[in-house]
Protein backbone atom coordinates (compact mmCIF):
# COMPACT_ATOMS: atom_id res chain seq x y z
CA UNK A 1 0.00 0.00 0.00
CA UNK A 2 1.51 3.34 -0.92
CA UNK A 3 -1.34 4.89 1.84
CA UNK A 4 -2.26 8.61 0.91
CA UNK A 5 -0.07 10.17 -1.76
CA UNK A 6 0.04 13.66 -2.63
CA UNK A 7 1.32 16.09 -5.49
CA UNK A 8 3.19 18.02 -5.89
CA UNK A 9 5.92 17.98 -3.36
CA UNK A 10 6.42 21.93 -4.35
CA UNK A 11 4.78 24.46 -6.03
CA UNK A 12 5.28 28.55 -6.54
CA UNK A 13 2.26 30.59 -7.27
CA UNK A 14 1.84 33.87 -8.92
CA UNK A 15 -0.89 35.80 -7.20
CA UNK A 16 -3.86 35.19 -9.26
CA UNK A 17 -3.28 31.82 -10.58
CA UNK A 18 -5.24 28.79 -9.89
CA UNK A 19 -4.22 25.27 -8.97
CA UNK A 20 -4.92 21.59 -8.04
CA UNK A 21 -3.47 19.83 -5.50
CA UNK A 22 -3.85 16.09 -5.55
CA UNK A 23 -4.36 13.55 -2.87
CA UNK A 24 -5.17 9.75 -3.32
CA UNK A 25 -5.66 7.21 -1.02
CA UNK A 26 -5.58 3.26 -1.59
CA UNK A 27 -6.73 2.01 2.06
CA UNK A 28 -10.62 2.30 0.90
CA UNK A 29 -10.79 5.06 3.81
CA UNK A 30 -14.29 6.55 3.42
CA UNK A 31 -12.91 9.75 5.44
CA UNK A 32 -10.73 12.07 3.38
CA UNK A 33 -9.11 15.75 4.78
CA UNK A 34 -7.31 19.08 3.77
CA UNK A 35 -5.75 20.30 6.55
CA UNK A 36 -2.98 23.74 5.94
CA UNK A 37 -0.29 24.02 8.66
CA UNK A 38 1.78 27.88 9.32
CA UNK A 39 4.76 27.96 11.90
CA UNK A 40 3.46 27.96 14.92
CA UNK A 41 -0.07 27.09 14.19
CA UNK A 42 -0.41 23.67 14.32
CA UNK A 43 -3.10 22.41 11.66
CA UNK A 44 -6.17 23.53 10.43
CA UNK A 45 -9.04 21.48 9.32
CA UNK A 46 -10.02 23.44 5.02
CA UNK A 47 -12.61 20.82 4.11
CA UNK A 48 -13.61 17.09 4.41
CA UNK A 49 -15.26 14.44 3.12
CA UNK A 50 -17.53 11.64 4.18
CA UNK A 51 -17.68 9.64 1.04
CA UNK A 52 -17.92 9.92 -2.40
CA UNK A 53 -19.81 12.90 -3.46
CA UNK A 54 -20.37 14.45 -0.10
CA UNK A 55 -18.00 17.09 1.39
CA UNK A 56 -18.11 20.02 4.08
CA UNK A 57 -16.26 22.90 5.28
CA UNK A 58 -13.39 22.55 7.93
CA UNK A 59 -12.18 25.90 9.78
CA UNK A 60 -10.70 27.63 7.24
CA UNK A 61 -12.60 27.09 3.71
CA UNK A 62 -12.30 30.44 2.53
CA UNK A 63 -10.31 30.69 -1.32
CA UNK A 64 -10.63 26.70 -1.61
CA UNK A 65 -12.94 24.34 -2.86
CA UNK A 66 -13.09 20.47 -3.10
CA UNK A 67 -14.74 17.63 -5.22
CA UNK A 68 -15.15 13.60 -4.23
CA UNK A 69 -15.88 11.62 -7.07
CA UNK A 70 -14.44 8.73 -6.04
CA UNK A 71 -13.38 6.61 -3.08
CA UNK A 72 -9.97 7.29 -3.76
CA UNK A 73 -9.48 11.11 -4.63
CA UNK A 74 -9.95 14.17 -2.83
CA UNK A 75 -8.21 17.43 -5.18
CA UNK A 76 -7.97 20.56 -3.13
CA UNK A 77 -8.73 23.49 -5.72
CA UNK A 78 -7.39 27.23 -4.87
CA UNK A 79 -8.68 29.84 -6.99
CA UNK A 80 -7.28 33.34 -7.45
CA UNK A 81 -3.94 32.86 -4.71
CA UNK A 82 -3.53 34.80 -2.48
CA UNK A 83 -0.33 35.24 -0.20
CA UNK A 84 -1.99 34.44 2.87
CA UNK A 85 -2.53 30.46 0.54
CA UNK A 86 1.29 29.99 1.40
CA UNK A 87 0.98 26.95 3.96
CA UNK A 88 1.91 23.30 3.71
CA UNK A 89 -0.79 21.41 2.66
CA UNK A 90 -2.07 17.91 3.87
CA UNK A 91 -4.38 15.34 2.74
CA UNK A 92 -5.43 12.55 5.69
CA UNK A 93 -7.92 9.90 5.32
CA UNK A 94 -9.63 7.55 8.18
CA UNK A 95 -11.44 4.14 7.51
CA UNK A 96 -14.63 5.62 9.44
CA UNK A 97 -15.73 8.96 11.10
CA UNK A 98 -15.43 7.38 14.63
CA UNK A 99 -13.99 10.01 16.88
CA UNK A 100 -11.47 7.15 17.94
CA UNK A 101 -10.01 6.24 14.28
CA UNK A 102 -6.68 7.43 13.46
CA UNK A 103 -5.81 9.48 10.49
CA UNK A 104 -3.16 8.91 8.14
CA UNK A 105 -1.48 11.60 6.70
CA UNK A 106 0.25 12.05 3.54
CA UNK A 107 3.82 14.08 2.78
CA UNK A 108 2.13 17.03 2.15
CA UNK A 109 2.46 20.00 -0.36
CA UNK A 110 4.57 23.01 0.25
CA UNK A 111 2.77 25.91 -1.64
CA UNK A 112 4.31 29.61 -2.01
CA UNK A 113 1.88 32.15 -3.46
CA UNK A 114 4.76 35.14 -4.80
CA UNK B 1 -16.35 23.16 21.52
CA UNK B 2 -12.59 21.42 21.65
CA UNK B 3 -9.42 22.91 22.13
CA UNK B 4 -5.46 21.75 22.59
CA UNK B 5 -3.24 23.82 24.43
CA UNK B 6 0.59 23.09 24.13
CA UNK B 7 3.23 24.74 26.34
CA UNK B 8 6.62 25.14 25.12
CA UNK B 9 7.35 25.91 21.50
CA UNK B 10 10.51 24.40 21.57
CA UNK B 11 12.12 21.92 23.87
CA UNK B 12 15.61 20.89 24.13
CA UNK B 13 16.79 17.82 26.03
CA UNK B 14 19.98 16.16 26.37
CA UNK B 15 20.36 12.44 24.85
CA UNK B 16 19.69 10.10 27.67
CA UNK B 17 17.16 12.16 29.38
CA UNK B 18 13.83 12.63 30.21
CA UNK B 19 11.43 14.03 27.52
CA UNK B 20 8.65 15.61 28.77
CA UNK B 21 5.97 17.28 26.22
CA UNK B 22 2.87 18.95 27.94
CA UNK B 23 -0.80 19.23 26.52
CA UNK B 24 -3.81 20.59 27.72
CA UNK B 25 -7.28 20.27 26.54
CA UNK B 26 -10.92 21.49 26.74
CA UNK B 27 -13.52 19.59 25.47
CA UNK B 28 -17.44 19.86 26.27
CA UNK B 29 -17.54 15.65 25.90
CA UNK B 30 -15.48 13.22 26.88
CA UNK B 31 -12.14 13.75 24.98
CA UNK B 32 -10.52 11.38 22.67
CA UNK B 33 -6.78 12.81 22.30
CA UNK B 34 -4.01 11.93 19.80
CA UNK B 35 -0.12 12.62 19.62
CA UNK B 36 1.58 13.11 16.21
CA UNK B 37 4.74 13.06 15.48
CA UNK B 38 6.74 14.82 12.00
CA UNK B 39 10.09 14.54 11.17
CA UNK B 40 11.58 16.93 9.44
CA UNK B 41 9.92 17.68 5.65
CA UNK B 42 7.44 14.72 6.40
CA UNK B 43 4.02 13.79 6.76
CA UNK B 44 2.26 13.47 10.03
CA UNK B 45 2.44 10.14 12.14
CA UNK B 46 0.22 8.93 14.95
CA UNK B 47 2.17 7.99 17.96
CA UNK B 48 -0.21 7.48 20.38
CA UNK B 49 -4.33 7.57 21.06
CA UNK B 50 -6.36 7.96 24.57
CA UNK B 51 -9.49 6.07 23.45
CA UNK B 52 -10.59 5.94 27.51
CA UNK B 53 -9.84 2.01 27.32
CA UNK B 54 -6.95 3.12 29.50
CA UNK B 55 -5.59 6.17 30.79
CA UNK B 56 -1.73 5.13 30.46
CA UNK B 57 -0.92 4.81 26.91
CA UNK B 58 1.85 3.53 25.22
CA UNK B 59 2.63 4.18 22.49
CA UNK B 60 5.58 3.85 19.04
CA UNK B 61 9.53 4.41 19.79
CA UNK B 62 9.30 4.69 23.45
CA UNK B 63 6.83 7.17 24.19
CA UNK B 64 3.64 6.67 26.42
CA UNK B 65 1.10 9.40 27.99
CA UNK B 66 -1.23 9.38 30.64
CA UNK B 67 -4.95 10.74 30.50
CA UNK B 68 -5.41 13.07 33.47
CA UNK B 69 -8.97 14.32 33.36
CA UNK B 70 -8.61 16.39 36.72
CA UNK B 71 -6.00 18.08 35.56
CA UNK B 72 -7.42 18.17 31.83
CA UNK B 73 -3.92 16.86 30.99
CA UNK B 74 -2.24 14.72 28.28
CA UNK B 75 1.34 15.28 28.76
CA UNK B 76 4.31 13.16 26.35
CA UNK B 77 6.94 11.22 27.96
CA UNK B 78 9.89 9.12 27.18
CA UNK B 79 12.56 8.36 29.66
CA UNK B 80 15.82 8.63 27.70
CA UNK B 81 16.11 11.12 24.51
CA UNK B 82 17.34 9.47 21.26
CA UNK B 83 18.66 11.74 18.61
CA UNK B 84 16.47 10.34 16.46
CA UNK B 85 13.32 11.78 18.40
CA UNK B 86 13.93 15.27 17.44
CA UNK B 87 10.77 15.88 15.98
CA UNK B 88 7.92 18.20 15.95
CA UNK B 89 5.23 17.12 18.07
CA UNK B 90 1.29 18.18 17.81
CA UNK B 91 -1.29 16.88 20.69
CA UNK B 92 -4.90 17.20 19.21
CA UNK B 93 -8.21 15.94 20.57
CA UNK B 94 -11.27 14.85 18.72
CA UNK B 95 -14.27 17.13 17.76
CA UNK B 96 -17.71 16.51 18.83
CA UNK B 97 -19.05 15.64 16.00
CA UNK B 98 -17.43 12.89 13.18
CA UNK B 99 -13.77 12.46 13.08
CA UNK B 100 -12.34 15.88 12.82
CA UNK B 101 -9.01 17.16 14.36
CA UNK B 102 -8.45 20.14 16.39
CA UNK B 103 -4.06 20.49 17.05
CA UNK B 104 -2.29 22.19 19.19
CA UNK B 105 0.41 24.28 18.07
CA UNK B 106 3.05 22.00 18.27
CA UNK B 107 6.28 21.48 20.23
CA UNK B 108 9.34 21.32 18.31
CA UNK B 109 11.83 18.88 20.24
CA UNK B 110 15.71 19.71 20.35
CA UNK B 111 17.87 16.60 21.75
CA UNK B 112 21.57 18.07 21.85
CA UNK B 113 24.63 15.09 22.06
Known amino acids: NAGVTQTPKFRILKIGQSMTLQCAQD?????MYWYRQDPGMGLKLIYY???????DKGEVPNGYNVSRSTTEDFPLRLELAAPSQTSVYFC?????????????FGPGTRLTVL | AQSVTQLGSHVSVSEGALVLLRCNYSSSVPPYLFWYVQYPNQGLQLLLK??????LVKGINGFEAEFKKSETSFHLTKPSAHMSDAAEYFCAVSMEYGNKLVFGAGTILRVKS
Open chain 1, 92 to 104: ASSLRGRRTDTQY
Open chain 1, 49 to 55: SVGAGIT
Open chain 1, 27 to 31: MNHNY
Open chain 2, 50 to 55: YTSAAT
